[in-house]
């Protein structure tokens, strides 16, 4: 595994656990960091050791988003060309989305548990994982549009397909605070916890059930699920047929078959 300064992460049976870890920072992500989080997770894409993710922060908040030194340089240019200019701008912006694209097209799936702030580019994170859970205090802003800009790392993309069309809309006109009860009521994240250490321990047991699945078929739901949700049905029904003509006739398959027979736990590799 690469060697990372600017997150922690810890594996223990099958799931991984990814912490920001620039706390003193309010774990605001600098160049580093981008390049880390495209790197963790391609690398947990690939371990076959996870088997599931879950995404927090160190110290008193989740993420505070793109770090303001790294915002400031990302228009900072040598080109005179104005054309050049857009050109490179455009490219940099996409090297930013790709580490949340990495969240999102990693086939484990990803739990962000989150306490304190989610703030801009915090969102944007978070809307690329699988499931949010949070604590009572927790509180998300869509930040970007109080600093003269169009959010543009996935917030205004996915967030629509999470919660209503209306109230998305509302937070990323108003950037208003969203705490962890409003975010549970508007399905922003799935529950909330009064306190850190319920959140974790309820997420681990999550994370537990999913470990327990059969990986072939967990990485497949969630493959089939991320293309359903930006097809029509008959897209995704097609594309599922196609998948578990290729899928379904695995040694997991198999192994869940015997292990209700011996009415026993099934044990996946």
């Not at 922060?57 to 104005?82: R, T, W, Y």
């Not at 990693?106 to 944007?124: L, R």
């Not at 699988?130 to 930040?143: G, H």
Request: aromatic share 8%; charged share 25%.
């Amino acid at each position: 595994m690469t060697t990372l300064e600017t997150f922690d992460l810890r594996i223990e049976d099958s799931i991984a656990w990814v912490y920001f870890n620039r706390p003193e920072r309010a774990n605001a992500l600098n160049q580093k960091a981008w390049d880390e989080m495209k790197a963790l997770f391609e690398e947990l894409d690939e371990n076959n050791d996870v088997r599931v993710i879950i995404l927090s922060g160190h110290g008193k908040h989740f993420c505070a988003g793109i770090d303001l030194e790294l915002l400031m340089n990302v228009a900072q240019f040598s080109q005179p060309c104005e054309g050049r200019k857009r050109e490179q701008l455009r490219k940099k912006i996409l090297a930013l989305q790709a580490p949340i694209n990495a969240i999102e097209q990693c086939s484990k799936p990803v739990i962000a548990a989150i306490k304190g702030g989610c703030i801009g580019g915090g969102i944007d994170i978070i809307s690329a994982c699988d499931m949010r859970y949070c604590i009572d205090d927790a509180y998300f802003t869509i930040k970007e549009i109080d600093m003269g800009m169009v959010a543009d790392l996935g917030t205004l993309q996915r967030l629509p397909k999470i919660i209503p069309q209306g109230i998305a809309r509302e937070l990323a006109y108003t950037g208003r605070n969203v705490t962890g009860l409003e975010a549970e009521r508007i399905g922003l994240v799935n529950r909330t916890f009064a306190s850190a250490e319920e959140m974790y321990t309820e997420v681990m047991k999550i994370a537990q059930q999913i470990a327990g699945k059969s990986p072939l078929s967990i990485r497949g739901t969630k493959a089939i699920m991320n293309y359903s949700r930006d097809h029509s049905v008959t897209d995704g029904l097609d594309y599922m047929a196609t998948w578990n003509a290729a899928m379904l006739l695995s040694d997991d398959l198999m192994e869940a078959f015997q292990a209700k027979m011996q009415k026993r736990p099934a044990v996946y590799k």
